[in-house]
């Protein structure tokens, strides 16, 4: 096979709905998902799900669409395939639709699409130590690098608690929902006959760090089970997970090793990934150049499957009346003439707001000219509220942004224009508006933020991007480079984006914009449900994939 194009054309189906279609650098079309597939189905499991149930106002129950690019991603996905999509119950409406674990899928519409939904109902207590003890204080920590191992954490009964009754257990009920939706439909003989199921009729596609248990779960059930999971974060040097205590380690390790295809952001995390086989699996076989584990006769593929945006619903946000009502908020608070630094991002550590503050505090302090003449739109999303670290950091931030005003701000100038909502249009808005957009966390997977700047912006803005992002492996030639521990550094690359002429603003701008639109959340699933098909049939080597040997 050719080469494939990084553009796509939209084709409509029978039943008139526009699906991505491919082609490769000779013109003949890229393989399609179906054919591959063949008749095996496809089940979805991730710890939230694609649609939030709620009691309308008639006291029916009904549905609103999840939000975020794996929900848009495998909805486009669910146009041309059969999905069921299991998940945790999250609100109180969706435990009224799913009343225990074992109540059956139903259909709703994601859009004008059906979907299968299975909701796995969990007590709420088991299910708060599996997502605020373990997923978010523990694993979330540990993979962006944000112990203060001198002091934290300290494992003790308390944790071993949580693992053993709240990540271990909604991990093994999440597992059991699949092997159950798999077993649902044993496959036939042509004699009508049913026949004993082993998995080999189904491709199950795991998502992220709130599951990693649940491989081996289902491998032990489904032995020829095609697996695939995708890990959002970032993976850790083996000597950084080793922090973890080793029965939380191994358990990791023996689960994601029961995948076939293990996906992740950036080739270096696929890369820390074998290096943990290879330390902490005995018997591991690794090949680092074909990004291969054989281990136990068992064969995984760990390969980076960089996630992006979906360009067209930004720039739909855009022009929708919520975006338009951004807009010209954004516009009295931002005269044209002011260069204007914008910043959007969660409510959280690792985004690392309060270094940007103080690097913004150093360019003022630095560049008294600047004074009354720059404005700092910071657009913050709370986020995980209940966790004690989350209130203290979002403390700090407010605290900061306080302090600049005071100190710099006059009657006519506000330094720094803060807002503490979950608004995208008004978000998208402001990228829109930005000179620069300033995204400088000390770790991240990807960072979407990135991405959707560089296609929202229409005035040639300038990106400022931690050299610790995800993308920046994929944007490093479009923006300008920050280590994120170095304030000093970041106050000099936000003077230099302000200052920059015009055609270099240009140049970059153009040159991240393309760098985007070279993929698609259409791409990036079709290339992991690709590879995920092919587990069983001939093998097959995407040059796009392929990972470099270390050093």
Not at 93 to 99: G, L, M, N, V
Request: charged fraction near 25%; charge should be positive.
């Amino acid at each position: 096979m050719g080469e494939v194009m990084p553009a796509t054309t939209k084709a409509t189906g029978a039943n008139g709905a526009t699906k991505a279609v491919y082609y490769n650098m000779d013109g003949t079309p890229f393989d399609e998902i179906a054919p591959l597939v063949g008749n095996r189905r496809i089940i979805v499991a991730s710890n939230r799900g694609p649609v939030e149930f709620y009691q309308h106002a008639t006291g029916r129950l009904t549905t609103r669409r999840g939000s975020g690019g794996v929900v848009t991603a495998l909805a486009a996905l669910a146009q041309n395939l059969p999905i069921t999509w299991i998940a945790a119950t999250m609100s109180a409406a969706d435990r009224e639709a799913f009343p225990d674990a074992n109540t059956p899928a139903r259909t709703v519409r994601l859009g004008r699409q059906p979907l299968r939904v299975r909701y796995v109902n969990v007590p709420q207590d088991v299910y708060t130590l599996h997502y605020d003890r373990i997923s978010n204080e523990l694993l979330w920590f540990l993979q962006h690098y944000l112990w203060d191992t001198a002091n934290t954490p300290n494992f003790t009964e308390e944790y071993y608690h949580a693992w053993e009754q709240g990540y271990r257990q909604v991990n093994y009920a999440i597992a059991q929902a699949i092997v159950d939706e798999a077993l649902a439909s044993a496959p036939q003989t042509p004699a009508g006959r049913r026949r004993p199921n082993d998995g080999s009729d189904v491709i199950i596609l795991l998502q992220d760090y709130h599951l990693y248990l649940a491989p081996r779960f289902i491998r032990e059930r489904l032995p020829r089970a095609t697996i695939q999971q995708f890990v959002h974060i970032p993976w850790p040097s083996v000597r950084y997970w080793q922090f973890l205590p080793e029965r939380f380690l191994i358990e990791i390790m023996e689960g994601v090793a029961a995948n076939d295809v293990l996906g992740f952001q950036t080739p270096l995390d696929a890369r820390n990934f074998l290096s943990c086989c290879h330390a902490l699996l005995p018997g591991s076989r690794i090949d680092v150049d074909q990004g291969r584990l054989i281990r136990r006769r068992h064969k995984l593929l760990a390969r980076a499957y960089p996630i992006t945006i979906d360009a067209d619903e930004v720039q739909k946000t855009l022009r929708s009346a919520a975006g338009r009502a951004g807009a010209h908020e954004i516009a009295e608070l931002a005269q044209d003439e002011q260069p204007v630094i914008v910043r959007v991002d969660r409510l959280e550590p690792t985004k690392n707001i309060v270094r940007g503050l103080l690097a913004y505090e150093e360019l003022l302090r630095h560049h008294p000219e600047l004074h009354g003449q720059v404005q700092h739109l910071v657009f913050l999303v709370p986020s995980r509220q209940s966790l004690d670290t989350y209130q203290k950091y979002d403390k700090a931030v407010r605290r900061h942004i306080r302090r600049i005003n005071r100190h710099y701000g006059t009657p006519g100038w506000k330094p720094i224009q803060a807002f503490f909502e979950n608004n995208r249009a008004r978000a998208l808005a402001a990228m829109r508006r930005a000179d620069v957009l300033l995204v400088n966390p000390i770790m991240d997977g990807m960072n979407l933020v990135a991405k959707e700047g560089a296609i929202a912006n229409d005035r040639d803005g300038v990106i400022i991007l931690s050299r610790t992002a995800g993308a920046f492996q994929e944007m490093k030639q479009a923006v300008l480079a920050v280590t994120p521990t170095d304030i000093e550094e970041t106050a000099d690359q936000l003077y230099e984006a302000i200052v920059m002429s015009s055609a270099e603003r240009r140049h970059l701008a153009a040159l991240a914009r393309e760098i985007v639109e070279r993929s698609s959340l259409t791409r990036w699933i079709h290339d992991q449900v690709a590879d995920a098909a092919r587990v069983h049939g001939t093998p097959t080597t995407s040059p796009h994939h392929t990972l470099s040997r270390a050093g």
